[in-house]
């Protein structure tokens, strides 16, 4: 199994430093499932959590709920650094991945003393108390309760107002290939490139992909956003034909992908990398290396029975490829960079 890191510089309340080895957290919950499915797993000394239904399904291929734990424990490494510090919006399938699902933003009543709860100023409603990623008891009571997926705010607490990653989203029509998706991602990093930044790429685990460019401190989700607006008309600008911003179903154009530059707002969250998604398979949103954008990539490569391999072969690529963030200067360049763009289209 992978070796836990810490982000150094990075403050963390107590709770969020409950963790314990993954591995012996892999064979307590093995060991939980065949023993019927109900136990508590313990987190070095500090923690335990309460765990039932192990062995129910979640997915068609015959992935368990215990199955899912391992998978988030088996990757923890990688995933803990993109969690740490977020909110995180909970997308809940107490039925497995087939059956209804319901959006829980709040913590809830009688969260174990394992998770970790603060209250976040979520503008709208004022201070609510939300579950904060970056321990594993905290992300495996998640799924005890029925999440999948895993989607953290693309800010942290104590700078709610301030995000470090900007989302493009990249979403097709049900009459677009992948390899067209791929396609129009080279595109867009090119863009990215050409006006000075970085971008980490990944696929959605769906039918889509996600751009995520690093920000600097302090920044606003009003220059994310138009930082994000501006790539995307860059970009549909260079590929009129397969690229669209027309957020409404009935007006895109047949053919198109939909470049959502909209998510990039207070309290909204992104399927994390590495999350798994509620879709037929068990997929996962897998970081890729820019080399891997090619046709013959293929979202069913990345699943809850690979990407532990993956991860353990390959390392953490998001974070490689997030990291160093620009400066303040960099954005305001790239940002007029892009203005250009767009005059000379």
Known sequence: MLPLRCLAGTSVSPKATQGGDPADVVAQLQQIERDGGTGDVTFGRSASLRVSSLGKPYFENGVTKGALMRYYAQVWSALMPHLRDRPLVLKRYPDGASGPMFFQ???????????????????????????????????????QIGSIEVHPWLSRVGHVAAPDRCLIDLDPGDDVSFAEVVALTRSLMAIIRECGLTAAVKTSGASGMHLVVPLPAGVTYDVSSELAMLIARVGVARNPDRATVERSLSRRPAGTIYVDPMQNARGKSMA?????????????????????LTARLRVSSFTVGTMPRRVMRLGDLWGAALTPAPSRRALAKAAQILGGMLEDA
């Open 272 to 292: 994390c990398a590495y999350s798994v998604r509620a879709k037929e398979g068990a997929p996962v949103s897998a970081p890729l290396s820019e080399r891997e």
């Open 105 to 143: 933003q709040n913590a809830g009543e009688h969260v174990p003393e394992s998770v970790r709860v603060e209250d976040v100023d979520t503008r709208d409603e004022g201070a609510k108390p939300r579950i904060i990623g970056g321990d594993l008891a905290t992300l495996l009571y998640t799924v």
